[in-house]
């Protein structure tokens, strides 16, 4: 079963002449909102009780916002939640992350170069077991990025003068926020609207492109998509890894940038994913373009409730 989730809300930022706004999907889900809630609740929770899942195993760096959601979204449902963690660079953001998921009840199996073999074999055991229901590194899965194109389909049908954009900037991790958004975007305005300026936070830069190619095919494959619909999404997906720096989770001197300005503006950015994601579309605005910068963090500070 897929939950009615609301839209995301679009609204301009003052200071930029009608050249920049928020899509800000922040306020998707209570009491932890954000694109890894949309996909959780738009399909990947109702896929793992139509398997008679009792818990779920994912998988993330210490700082992931897909586990911090599946640990808060899966435990309301009534699922265990296990995740495989590997580190990052440490931040306070990342710390207060993590804390989140374990204070709302994840169960975390660290993976790196200490792993013992007894906690690995705990691990492998648990992830394959037949009541486990497995979600994939961000939560991307063919089925989940209808939660997204139905996001984007709302927000055109509301706000005719997203079409007339350049770009909808946002991050580009393992694919399925952005190749939602394009897929909406496709359906909804053919090969009219915006580019999707999908903005690659990890390196190779390839490595999210082929993601998304993947997620694309086994959707056409599994009938969820028309193969001109995804034809149509594919061309507007438009990578750039102009920022990704010294590579995931690392700082860079525009992300930090960002940072500030949308604070200033009233809302939050981290620099793993989204600050470098604001970065580009500062930089689109300023050379000219018009862009809406998809605002994909969910609160960290939440607790069981």
Request: proline share 5%; hydrophobic share 45%.
């Amino acid at each position: 079963m897929t939950e009615t989730i609301p839209a995301p809300f679009f609204r301009e930022i003052v200071g930029f002449s009608g050249k920049l706004a928020v899509i800000d999907d922040r306020a998707c889900a209570s009491p932890l909102g954000g694109n890894k809630a949309r996909k959780l609740l738009g399909g990947l929770l109702g896929e793992a009780r139509a398997h008679g899942a009792k818990r779920l195993f994912t998988c993330g760096a210490y700082g992931s916002h897909h586990v911090l959601a599946t640990a808060v979204h899966g435990a309301r449902a009534g699922f265990e939640v296990h995740a495989a963690l590997w580190p990052q660079p440490e931040t306070e953001h990342v710390r207060a992350v993590r804390e989140a998921g374990l204070a709302a009840g994840l169960v975390a199996h660290h993976v790196h170069s200490t792993t013992t073999l007894r906690s690995a074999a705990r691990t492998l055991a648990i992830a394959r077991d037949p009541k486990t229901f497995f979600i994939p590194l961000g939560g991307s899965t063919p089925r989940s990025l209808e939660a997204h194109a139905a996001a984007t389909r709302a927000l055109v049908a509301r706000h005719p003068t997203l079409a007339g954009l350049d770009a909808i900037v946002v991050p580009f991790g393992s694919g399925g926020t952005a190749l939602g958004i394009a897929l909406g975007l496709a359906q909804a305005l053919g090969d009219r609207g915006p580019r999707v300026h999908a903005v690659v936070v990890s390196a190779p830069a390839f490595g999210s492109t082929a993601l998304a190619a993947q997620l694309l095919a086994r959707a056409v494959a599994g009938g969820l998509v028309g193969a001109g619909t995804a034809r149509q999404a594919w061309r507007r997906l438009v990578p750039d890894a102009r920022f990704v720096g010294a590579g995931y989770g690392h700082t860079t001197r525009p992300a930090e940038e960002a940072l500030g300005f949308a604070r200033a503006a009233g809302f939050e950015l981290e620099v793993t994913y989204t600050a470098k994601a604001f970065a580009a579309a500062l930089t689109l605005v300023r050379a000219g373009e018009r862009a809406a910068y998809w605002a994909t963090l969910g609160a960290t500070d939440q607790r069981p409730r």
